[in-house]
C-alpha cells in the first residue's frame, strides 16, 4: 500500500497531482482514493491532498500516516514531517522551502522543482516535475508506464498540455540532487 500525502499553497497543483497518482493506480487495477482538503482562500491558502493506492480495498481516504509526503512549501514540511511513517519519503520542493527535514528515520529527497519549471518556462509544472522525481525515488509505477498516462490525462482540445506536463515529468526524473 502507498499513503500519500501531498501538501502545499492552493494554486501549486497540488490536486492535480494527486489526481494523476490515483489515475495512474486506476489504470493499473489498483484499488485508489482521493481527499483534497484545502483552505478558504483557494489560492495562495492552504492545500494538500490524501492519495491511497492499494491491492486491497481502502478504508478510509484520510492519509494520517503516510508512507510518502511531498511538501511543496515550508508550512506544509513543518505540519505534515512528522506523520510520515518511519522509513518513508518526504519529497522537499527546496527552492521554496529553504530547511531540511528533522527526520533522520526518513529518505529525505530535495528538488528545486519551482526554480527547475521557472527556469524552463514552465512556472506552473513544479507539481508534475516533483511527480518525475518521486517516480524515480520510490518506483511507484513504472516510468514509462505513468509518463503514457501523464499525457492522456490532457484535455482532447488541448493535446499540447500532456506534451508540457511530459517534459516536466522527464525533468524530475532526470534531476540528480
Excluded: H
Aim: hydrophobic fraction near 40%.
Amino acid at each position: 500500500m502507498s499513503a500519500i500525502l501531498l501538501a502545499g499553497f492552493g494554486g501549486q497543483g497540488i490536486l492535480f497531482a494527486g489526481k494523476q497518482l490515483v489515475l495512474a493506480g486506476m489504470k493499473n487495477d489498483k484499488q485508489v482514493s482521493w481527499l483534497p482538503s484545502y483552505g478558504p482562500e483557494m489560492r495562495g491558502g492552504t492545500c494538500n491532498c490524501s492519495v491511497n493506492i492499494d491491492d486491497e480495498p481502502i478504508g478510509s481516504p484520510l492519509v494520517t500516516t503516510p508512507d510518502i509526503l511531498i511538501a511543496m512549501n515550508k508550512p506544509s514540511l513543518l505540519k505534515f514531517e512528522g506523520k510520515v511513517a518511519s522509513g518513508g519519503t518526504i519529497v522537499i520542493d527546496s527552492s521554496l522551502i529553504d530547511v531540511n527535514t528533522s527526520r533522520e528515520d526518513v529518505n529525505a529527497c530535495y528538488i528545486p522543482a519551482t526554480q527547475m519549471a521557472n527556469d524552463a518556462g514552465i512556472s506552473k509544472l513544479a507539481n508534475v516535475i516533483v511527480l518525475g522525481y518521486l517516480i524515480k525515488k520510490t518506483g511507484l509505477f513504472d516510468a514509462d508506464y505513468f509518463m503514457e498516462c501523464i499525457k492522456a490525462s490532457a484535455p482532447k482540445a488541448k493535446p499540447e498540455l500532456g506534451e508540457l506536463n511530459a517534459k516536466a515529468l522527464q525533468m524530475g526524473y532526470d534531476y540528480e540532487g
